[in-house]
């Protein structure tokens, strides 16, 4: 395909100079890895769109609704149409997945999960974790951020436009777009290593779960004032990124307290499912087996069969992550319930 491409930039009747220019560009795309687009025509033509409104075309083929937080407060969530979400995920495949983020991010990343960001918080010796939460993640990620991305990618400034415009909502990431968590992985990929080059100096690990940062360290004299002085740090940074952090969300795990690490626990043994989630499945399959699974959902005035069973495979999977044998027993007792 490369050379398809730039056999047909030598052969065109531009000058020297321009075909350079357009030969560079093409090889400094093809070496990374991500398609060759020169400019708005050819991403029209690519995604089969009709004009070059991308912001309106965004607009017509999404729909957004609110879900309601733990804490009360809603949360909005872009859903976009089939036609949206192909050309999203197009973009996912093509371009971004192609590009290296941090190896201290763990969120949306192969290979990486809620575990792997755990794992990196386990001590034998007595320890601390401090985590903290970043507020409206998403839309606190700006168009010209996106667009700057894609810019240093190598893409043209009218090409890095139109993909931008394509992966966002009036100027801003948004949840429920395929493109948003990776996007955000690149946006924070310079911080990452900033934060991590600030645990290095003080001796302490660092990770981030999308927007769930993390330090820990060994539990010793003046860890106090250490702490202190990350938060300080990491707060200001972020505020330079225009992000803000959720205090409500923001704790210090110390001495033989329980630490939880992206909802997992860490123990100097290793990292373990909170009790909450098997006495919930062990609850839910108990009173299937007694009931029936029509009855249970009749009482408690449920959702739909097929998506309590999707719920209840779900929990399964998420123990099964950090405790394949126990995880696999449970899958086992959901298969065998009566679901006719």
């Known amino acids: 395909m490369i050379k398809r491409i730039l056999q047909n930039i030598e052969i065109s009747d531009l000058s020297v100079e321009d075909k350079k220019s357009l030969i560079n560009y093409a090889e400094t795309l093809y070496f990374k890895r991500c398609p060759v687009i020169f400019d708005t025509n050819q991403v029209m033509m690519l995604f089969e769109l009709q ?189 330079k990124h225009n992000f803000v952090i959720n205090d409500a969300k923001t704790r210090l795990m110390k001495d033989k307290h329980t630490k939880i690490v992206t909802g997992l626990v860490v123990t100097p043994e290793g990292v373990k499912i909170p009790q909450k989630y098997i006495r919930k499945l062990n609850k839910e399959i108990y009173y299937c087996r007694k009931f029936g699974v029509n009855e249970h959902l009749k009482y408690h005035g449920l959702i739909t069969i097929a998506n309590y069973k999707g719920y209840l495979i779900g929990l399964a999977r998420f123990i099964y992550m950090v405790n394949p044998n126990k995880g696999a027993e449970f899958i086992r007792e959901i298969k065998k319930l009566n679901w006719d």
């Open 51 to 239: 004009n070059e409104d991308m912001e309106k075309f965004v607009l017509e083929n999404t729909n957004n609704y609110f879900v309601k937080k733990s804490n009360g407060e809603l949360r909005e969530i872009w859903k976009p149409n089939y036609k949206l979400k192909m050309i999203q995920k197009w973009i996912l495949k093509n371009i971004l997945n192609e590009i290296e983020v941090s190896e201290y991010a763990h969120g949306f990343v192969k290979r990486k999960s809620i575990l792997t960001n755990a794992e990196t918080h386990q001590y034998k010796e007595p320890s601390w974790v401090f985590s903290m939460d970043i507020k409206d993640f998403f839309p606190s990620i700006q168009y010209f951020e996106i667009e700057k991305i894609f810019l240093e990618i190598g893409y043209s400034i009218e090409v890095s436009k139109a993909i931008s415009l394509l992966t966002s909502v009036h100027g801003r990431l948004v949840q429920g777009f395929p493109t948003s968590p990776m996007l955000s992985n690149l946006y924070l990929r310079d911080i990452d290593e900033e934060f991590q080059q600030i645990a290095s100096q003080n001796h302490v690990r660092y990770s981030r779960y999308a927007d769930d940062i993390t330090f820990s360290g060994i539990q010793k004299k003046g860890y106090l004032v250490l702490v202190k002085k990350i938060k300080e740090i990491v707060t200001t940074v972020l505020r």
